[in-house]
């Protein structure tokens, strides 16, 4: 988690953004705060914030607009706030890059919590930085603490027990391990260490639950990711703590991997990459090979 947390919340409603701006102040943030969605766009721009809050409806432009647009420049995250509880209005918001949409009134205390589930997964850009061993101590990988399993450097599948990554031969340095520690399958490339993803050679540009979700997978291999897994994986908890996931939440994973599918070009029909296994979840189509 960086030193310096910033926060922007774009908010139409007095009541509701000073609710925002003390609760976010409570927790840590150096809030800025704008009362329409082209002010707050020029906030983002202007402070890099980690954190963005916006109201869906805006007196110039609404929400969803204002969350496409900060999405060009930005890896923060986004949370939506609406009074509207319909499926689509929940869909179309994650579909403009929002990490999660939270419907008014809601509770400071819940607010508070999601908002921390979500800083302490890495944004891009902020590269962890744990020493590898010497060829024979598994280092942690940057998700360790969510379970995910991990994936061995001979490419044997799904590790057992905590996440780890082996390292593969004598000492390596942090340098050397930042820039060339990667997950490959077949033209896809994911650099844990770097929040990076590349495709057939392009850079991917992705929104931070985007890539824990391929980050996931990846290291899952061929292992079936159920939705309530990845569900309790985005917000912060164990996969398999027995949280209640409701069908909405199953739905925003299928949007969520929609978009990501999208982003890497991946055919939903032929599924290259990421396949779908009906009634289950999902999983990659082959085992990543992880490369230092």
Do not use: C
């Amino acid at each position: 988690m960086e030193d310096r947390r910033v926060a922007v919340v774009v908010e139409d409603d007095d009541d509701i953004r000073g609710l925002m701006v003390a609760l976010l102040g409570q927790s840590g943030f150096e809030v800025h705060a704008a009362s329409t969605g082209t002010e707050g766009v020029e906030l983002v721009r202007e402070n890099d914030p980690a954190l963005i809050t916006v109201d869906l409806g805006l007196p110039d432009i609404d929400g969803y607009e204002v969350t496409r647009r900060v999405r060009r420049f930005t890896d923060a995250y986004v949370v939506m706030l609406t009074a509207r509880t319909e499926e689509i209005d929940t869909l179309v918001g994650l579909d403009a890059g929002a990490d999660d949409y939270v419907t008014k009134p809601f509770r400071p205390r819940e607010m508070r919590a999601r908002i921390e589930a979500m800083m302490r997964r890495p944004r891009a850009g902020m590269v962890p930085s744990p020493a590898l061993g010497d060829g024979t101590t598994p280092a942690p990988a940057p998700s360790a603490d969510r379970g995910t399993p991990a994936v061995s450097a001979s490419g044997d599948g799904p590790a057992s027990g905590p996440v780890s990554v082996l390292a593969t031969s004598g000492p390596v340095s942090v340098l050397a391990t930042e820039t060339d520690l990667r997950l490959e399958l077949d033209g896809l490339v994911l650099f844990p260490r770097l929040h990076q993803v590349e495709a057939d050679g392009r850079e991917i540009a992705m929104t931070p639950t985007e890539f824990l979700l391929l980050e996931t997978l990846m290291r899952s291999g061929r292992v079936v990711r159920a939705k309530t897994e990845l569900s309790r994986i985005i917000r912060g908890d164990e996969p398999d703590n027995g949280s209640f996931v409701s069908a909405s939440d199953e739905r925003t994973i299928e949007v969520h991997l929609g978009n990501l599918r999208r982003k890497l070009g991946d055919n939903p029909k032929s599924q290259r990459w990421v396949q779908t296994v009906r009634g289950v979840g999902y999983r990659m189509a082959g085992t990543p090979q992880m490369v230092s």
